[in-house]
């Protein structure tokens, strides 16, 4: 029972030392700040109530990042794409040209991810974005590393396609649905 413990209790610290991480994957799959920080609390909520679930302690961040990837497959079954008007940021005076440079270069980059499927999307934004080595990414998502290296290769050349596509054409807030909330 005190083993028991002491393990939960060295997971939990790992787990939450691990937020900051889970919750840059979670922005750049989501794109929205407070769906992200939802991801992460329901994830990591989930993670602590099932530690006896976990078969090798060393695998705790990718099974933490299959449970997230579980709740934003459930999340995106349930919403309708809409972007709230009040969170298009405004340029500020400082640079305007630089500044409006960089938000459509994140702008584009964040839609052309959008447009890729979700197996290409995923993989990219665990390893290119946040880091994750093959294995880890392997065991989050539940398939072989060969597939891993396979739907990055693709997924890769078929986000740098369409980033040449769209570099003629800016990408802005018109393209996506808008909805202010109140």
């Given at each position: ?133 093959y294995e880890e990414v392997s065991i989050a998502l539940d398939i072989p590393i060969g597939t891993v290296m396979s739907r990055l290769c693709r997924g890769r050349a078929l986000l740098r396609q369409m980033l040449e596509t ?17």
């Open positions: 029972m005190f083993e028991k413990r002491l393990r939960n209790k060295k997971l939990a610290q790992e787990l939450c030392a691990n937020r900051d991480r889970l919750y840059k994957l979670a922005y750049s799959w989501s794109g929205d700040a407070m769906l992200a920080d939802d991801l992460v609390q329901d994830a990591m909520q989930k993670a602590l109530k099932s530690f006896d679930s976990l078969k090798d302690d060393s695998k705790l961040n990718a099974w933490t990042c299959r449970i997230m990837l579980n709740l934003f497959r459930d999340n995106i079954r349930r919403r309708k794409d809409t972007v709230d008007i009040d969170e298009i940021q405004m340029l500020s005076p400082a640079d305007p040209h630089q500044q409006l440079t960089e938000q459509d270069n994140a702008r584009r980059l964040r839609y052309c991810l959008q447009k890729l499927g979700e197996k290409h999307r995923n993989v990219i934004t665990m390893v290119d974005l946040m880091g994750f080595t769209q570099q003629q054409t800016p990408v802005t807030a018109a393209t996506t649905n808008l909805r202010r909330v109140k």
